[in-house]
T-cell receptor, first 115, second 114 residues
Framework: DTGVSQDPRHKITKRGQNVTFRCDPI?????LYWYRQTLGQGPEFLTY????????KSRLLSDRFSAERPKGSFSTLEIQRTEQGDSAMYLC?????????????FGNGTRLTVT | AQSVTQLDSHVSVSEGTPVLLRCNYS??????LFWYVQHPNKGLQLLLK??????LVKGINGFEAEFKKSETSFHLTKPSAHMSDAAEYFC????????????FGAGTRLAVHP
């Protein structure tokens, strides 16, 4: 169990550019989640995958955001035409089942700064 | 809809004194509740969880929380604070539906002074 891995740790980009983040969940965890955390706030749910299927998307996930998990293993989160309001920590988490007794395991996050 | 309210955005204690971080929840169902901790530049770590078993839940690093349905509270406590406890703490409720969608509170920053 090597934990949830996220890459990159930090990303600085100019407004209008596209960025892509990667998340590698704990192996054999079939559930994967993306959250966003802005300064001084708790994480907010963005989207959820079970295997390769994206089963829920938050209203926070505008059309500029897209997430994939093509083979049910790693996942990518892409933001197109970044805006300053996209600056945040993007957190990935995984869990082996949907049972609430099975906790989510979080990665260290990708901190995005849009200038 | 489920929600949690953390009553204090900042708590400051002296090393060796008790810690109390307050959380109230709102839920139409019998909730699953969690406390997570986030140290600077680190990922979120689960401290403890309540899932309708014992109302007093013991977690890691000497923390515990008591589920009080009558007060809709799930306060986090520790008898004696350590410098390493300084971090951000989040009270969390799990939304029903079977896939662990977590709803986080705004967080409480705990400072521990020598």
């Amino acid at each position: 169990d090597t934990g949830v891995s996220q890459d990159p740790r930090h990303k600085i980009t100019k407004r209008g550019q596209n960025v892509t983040f990667r998340c590698d969940p704990i192996s054999e965890h079939n559930r994967l989640y993306w959250y966003r955390q802005t300064l001084g706030q708790g994480p907010e749910f963005l989207t959820y995958f079970q295997n390769e299927a994206q089963l829920e998307k938050s209203r926070l996930l505008s059309d500029r955001f897209s997430a994939e998990r093509p083979k049910g293993s790693f996942s990518t989160l892409e933001i197109q035409r970044t805006e300053q309001g996209d600056s945040a920590m993007y957190l990935c988490a995984s869990s082996p089942t949907g049972d609430t007794r099975s906790p989510l395991h979080f990665g260290n996050g990708t901190r995005l700064t849009v200038t | 809809a489920q929600s949690v309210t953390q009553l204090d955005s900042h708590v400051s204690v002296s090393e060796g004194t008790p810690v109390l971080l307050r959380c109230n929840y709102s839920s139409s169902y019998s909730p699953s509740l969690f406390w997570y901790v986030q140290h600077p530049n680190k990922g979120l770590q689960l401290l403890l969880k309540y899932t309708s078993a014992a109302t007093l839940v013991k977690g890691i690093n000497g923390f515990e929380a008591e589920f009080k349905k009558s007060e809709t509270s799930f306060h986090l406590t520790k008898p004696s604070a350590h410098m390493s406890d300084a971090a951000e703490y989040f009270c969390v409720v799990s939304e029903p539906g079977g896939y662990n969608k977590l709803i986080f509170g705004a967080g409480t920053r705990l400072a521990v002074h020598p």
